[in-house]
């Protein structure tokens, strides 16, 4: 795992508006007070990623954000984006320009919870796979892993694709089956947010 580790890190896609969340989802906060974009960086820091890139929409790192921000870029890069109406692909290949290694996770801020055991079964599986993607009951689930093909076809090509699943469409995929339902969650609204946390935003 150690040796493994070393040809991979990860980009967190923090870029959007998180305009039906009407709250920036990167500073939402979890029941361990930690925010959702803290509490990813963590997850892949413990399981040894030194590269992590997270790709942040400019307004979310001003001035009133100094003490979130302050807490992720202890273990994280973070690169603004000032262009958000670019669109995702485009905030991926920012972070893909800040990262070196042949395979790269891709994992959405709005996919907070994050195990590092999943982490781990992704890693051992991956293989020499262009896409790895984790299941629950056969239903695909984040985050996945890239590896330099795909890389390079974002970074060189993104502009001729509308969405990731377009690029995804070109490339061999991998589905790891794991027992765990939380790849699935994605919060993006205030209902999913109080329905996971039972808190308001």
């Known amino acids: 795992m150690a040796n ?5 890190s990860t980009i ?13 989802k990167p500073w939402l906060k979890k029941e361990n007070n930690t925010t959702f974009l803290a509490d990813i960086v963590t997850t892949y820091k413990l399981l040894g990623l030194n590269g992590i890139v997270v790709v942040l929409n400019e307004n979310f790192a001003s001035e009133k954000w100094q003490k ?20 995702r692909l485009y905030s991926i290949q920012l972070g893909i320009n800040a990262t070196k290694s042949e395979n790269v996770f891709i994992h959405n801020v709005d996919n ?3 195990e590092c055991e ?5 890693l051992l599986n991956a293989g020499e796979c262009e896409i790895t993607i984790p299941s629950y009951k056969g239903k695909g689930g984040h985050p996945v892993i890239i590896n330099k093909s795909v890389k390079n076809e974002i970074l060189k090509n ?3 694709y509308g969405t990731l699943k377009d690029v995804f469409s070109k490339f061999s ?17 205030p209902q999913d947010f109080k329905i996971v946390t039972n808190e308001s935003v």
């Open 173 to 189: 995929k991998k589905y790891i089956e794991i027992n765990c339902c939380s790849i699935l969650i994605n919060i993006n609204t």
């Open 158 to 160: 993104y502009q001729d």
């Open 12 to 24: 967190i896609l923090a870029g959007g508006k998180s305009a039906r969340m009407g709250y920036p």
């Open 112 to 114: 907070p919870f994050v």
């Open 118 to 122: 999943v982490l781990k079964q992704l």
């Open 68 to 87: 979130e921000l302050a807490e992720v870029e202890q273990n994280a890069t973070i690169i603004i984006n000032s262009e958000v109406d670019n669109g």
């Open 4 to 8: 493994e580790i070393k040809n991979y």
